[in-house]
């Protein structure tokens, strides 16, 4: 089978995620490192927006910055996602344009690489599907959300799994008008969106989600998984953006 870099679960500030995946681009542009597979988590918890997104539309950051909660703008598309700390494993897979997991057809992209995230629900025990345009479903729910770009003659795509979800707190984060949100519309988001333990009853945990996308990503892409690391120069310029780019509000705030 083809060979990815695997970077096992990593625990990061947002800022240094969304920076570590644009470094691990721009080294493999340069062909200093192999197609990747990376997982992480978000500490402190983050809500990312969208790359053509408005932080202040989307995001009440004052609820955030009160809350110790990190926002950030991604280079991805897709619109605002809380990314809870205990609540989800979020994975991002990076490859050179033409990549046969890379076709021309974004939707045929999408399906691809997603089935990596249907096939690791398989191992928890649970049916998931693909859902046009960028959606894994389970029972008709959304339980993961994936976004794509196609730079530095890179693809890359990074989505979440749900292990669990906390709607009142992300109603909170997100910017809807405490006078309209009801019961009613808690409701129908719990009738859209599910989580793992949610499905299964019980409190799988991360180190369960984690070793499912493993093996997941492997089957459903046919490749194999080689433990790896970042680059000396990676973790150089993921720092620099983190800092000059990611963590600024010239970035974050500026549409």
């Known amino acids: 089978m083809e060979e990815f870099r695997f970077i096992d679960l990593e625990i990061n500030t947002a ?4 920076a570590i995946d644009e470094a ?3 080294a493999m542009h340069r062909d200093d490192v192999p197609p990747t597979l990376r997982l992480y988590r978000w500490n402190p918890s983050a809500v990312s927006i969208g790359t053509f997104q408005g932080m202040t539309d989307e995001v009440d950051v004052e609820f955030c910055k009160g809350r110790g909660i990190d926002f950030i703008r991604r280079i991805t598309g897709g619109g605002a ?3 809870d700390f205990e609540g989800e494993v979020t994975y991002s897979i990076i490859m050179p344009k033409g ?3 890379a076709p021309a057809d974004i939707l045929e992209s999408y399906r691809l690489l997603c089935g990596g995230i249907v096939k ?4 928890l025990g649970i049916q998931g599907e693909f859902k046009p345009i960028n959606d894994v479903n389970v029972g008709g729910r959304k339980i993961s959300g994936n976004a794509m770009t196609r730079r530095h003659g ?4 990074h ?6 979800l906390d709607v009142n707190l992300m109603f909170s984060i997100l910017k809807v008008p405490q006078e309209k ?3 009613k519309m808690i409701a129908d988001v719990r009738q859209r969106v599910t989580s793992i333990r949610e499905i299964l009853g019980r409190h799988v945990t991360i180190n369960e989600l984690q070793d499912a996308l493993k093996q997941g990503f492997s089957e459903a892409l046919g490749i194999d998984l080689i433990p790896g690391s970042l680059s000396k120069n990676e973790r150089s310029t993921a720092s620099t953006l983190a800092q000059e780019k990611y963590s600024t509000p010239e970035w974050n705030f500026s549409r």
């Open 81 to 83: 996602v809380y990314h």
């Open 120 to 123: 690791a629900l398989g191992h």
């Open 24 to 26: 691990v681009m721009l």
């Open 15 to 18: 800022f240094e995620n969304m």
């Open 154 to 157: 890179c693809v890359l795509q």
């Open 159 to 164: 989505g979440t799994t749900l292990l669990d």
């Open 99 to 101: 990549h046969r997991l």
């Open 181 to 183: 949100i009801s019961d």
